[in-house]
């Protein structure tokens, strides 16, 4: 089953901060993070595995609570270059396979 | 970076016609690839894990007599469309695990786009 993510969709100013939640029903190893332009191929913003971790570079961040299988997205100052489609992409523990969260579509104004 | 390369990144064709589109590790290999389908504002859904040398496995209500996967070498898996229709239609991408297991990073293909008329 798909991993839902919340909002589908939310509009910011430049400089605003936003968080985009990933929840899956499956017991998760890992959780990547992706954004995605209209009519390209995602683009990898970074991974995250078991153990709680959590990572950032520049202003994007993540976490990932593996016992909530649980992962959010922490978008500060955000910049028009954020507009897009984000994915979290899932691999669930014991199984073989990697599937997307449902989205969440970002859009920055000037 | 690992590279994954698709081909072609768009075709047309007529209803009732096969289309193949083939999917590359540049500087990797891949024993394992994903196939995905992405419908406009829609998420990408996992079709089918592409297995080297052996059979694809499908996504329940993805069809196997019409979407054809082949993954005869560890760089190139093919997916052939048969008898295509205008339902069809849509945004195709692979991937490719860089490590050989899919909780390690994913690399994408740039994708293809089909348009069955």
């Known amino acids: 089953q798909q991993p839902v993510q919340s909002p589908q969709a939310v509009i910011l100013r430049e400089g605003e901060d936003a968080v985009i939640n990933c929840s899956s029903s499956?017991?998760?190893?890992?959780v990547h993070w992706y954004r995605q332009k209209h009519g390209e191929a995602p683009v990898f913003l970074m991974i995250?595995?078991?153990?709680?971790e959590q990572k950032g570079h520049e202003k994007i961040s993540a976490s990932f609570n593996e016992k909530k299988q649980q992962s959010s997205l922490y978008l500060t100052a955000s910049q028009l270059s954020y507009s897009g489609t984000y994915f979290c992409?899932?691999?669930?523990?014991?199984?073989?396979?990697?599937?997307f969260g449902t989205g969440t579509r970002l859009k920055v104004l000037a | 970076g690992a590279v994954v390369s698709q081909h072609p990144s768009w075709v047309i064709c007529k209803s009732g016609t096969s289309v193949k589109i083939e999917c590359r590790s540049l500087?990797?290999?891949?024993?394992?690839m994903f196939w995905y389908r992405q419908f406009p504002k829609q998420s990408l859904m996992l079709m089918a894990t592409?297995?080297?040398?052996?059979?694809?496995?499908?996504e329940q209500g993805v069809e196997k007599d019409k979407f054809l996967i082949n993954h005869a070498s560890l760089t190139l898996s093919t997916l052939t469309v048969t008898s295509a229709h205008p339902e069809d239609s849509s945004f195709y991408i692979c991937?490719?695990?860089?490590?050989?297991?899919?909780?390690?990073?994913?690399?994408f293909g740039p994708g293809t786009r089909l348009t069955v008329l």
């Open positions: 992409g899932t691999a669930t523990s014991g199984t073989y396979k990697y599937i």
């Open positions: 995250l595995l078991k153990g709680g």
């Open positions: 499956k017991a998760l190893y890992s």
């Open positions: 991937s490719a695990p860089g490590s050989g297991n899919p909780y390690n990073e994913q690399f």
């Open positions: 500087d990797f290999q891949a024993t394992t």
């Open positions: 592409s297995n080297e040398g052996s059979k694809a496995t499908y």
